[in-house]
């Protein structure tokens, strides 16, 4: 099974891209979890659709070769970041082959504050609703104070996350194997 992780964050020590690589870390044998091309794509316009800039058609084919995703999402301003958004919008797009429709998918997050990007999940979870992808819903990873829980390096040091991590990518990956040949 090949995961593909989209991190909401273009920032170099972004800790939901370094919990996407935890994520790599903790997945059973015989699973990869690879992070996807860069999200930093222009914004989204139908006139653009015929022509799609390079970074666009990159994700689209990084999405249409995975069996699942994971996306791990900021909050911003209590919802998602505009740049996920527009990743997603892009993705939404051609409607009638959409690369992420039937895919299993699971939304995680990280943010600095108490609430762990509770908010921006939820949001999140409303726009993937639209990408008819099986949303995993069994179990929640949300990684509050994430700047208690990750090294300078982008390591998650925290093992109580480390174990949340392990168990979320075991149940994700039973869930997801439903799905894919
Ligand atoms: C514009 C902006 C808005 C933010 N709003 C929220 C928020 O609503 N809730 C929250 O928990 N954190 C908020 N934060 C803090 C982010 O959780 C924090 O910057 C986090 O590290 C961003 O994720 P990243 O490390 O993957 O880039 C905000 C940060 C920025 C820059």
């Not at 992780?5 to 170099?12: F, K, N, P, Q, T």
């Not at 990743?87 to 995680?108: F, N, Q, Y």
């Amino acid at each position: 099974m090949r995961i593909l992780g989209l991190s909401g964050s273009l920032r170099a020590g972004s800790y939901n891209t370094a919990l996407l690589r935890a994520c790599a870390d903790h997945v059973p044998e015989g699973v990869t979890l690879t992070l996807a091309p860069s999200l930093d794509l222009p914004i989204y316009s139908a006139e653009r659709e015929g022509a799609p800039a390079a970074p666009v058609i990159a994700l689209r084919e990084a999405v249409a070769g995975a069996d699942a995703l994971v996306i791990s999402t900021p909050e911003y301003n209590y919802s998602i970041p505009g740049g996920l958004k527009n990743a997603l919008d892009w993705l939404s797009r051609p409607e009638k082959s959409k690369p992420t429709s039937g895919k299993p998918v699971a939304v995680i997050g990280a943010s600095t504050s108490l609430t762990g990007t509770a908010r921006a999940q939820m949001h999140l979870r409303q726009v993937v609703y639209y990408h008819a992808m099986h949303l995993f819903s069994a179990a929640e990873l949300l990684v509050p104070r994430a700047q208690e829980r990750f090294d300078g390096e982008g390591r998650l040091t925290d093992a109580d996350t480390q174990g949340r991590v392990a168990d979320f990518m075991q149940k994700f990956v039973a869930f997801a194997g439903r799905f894919s040949g």
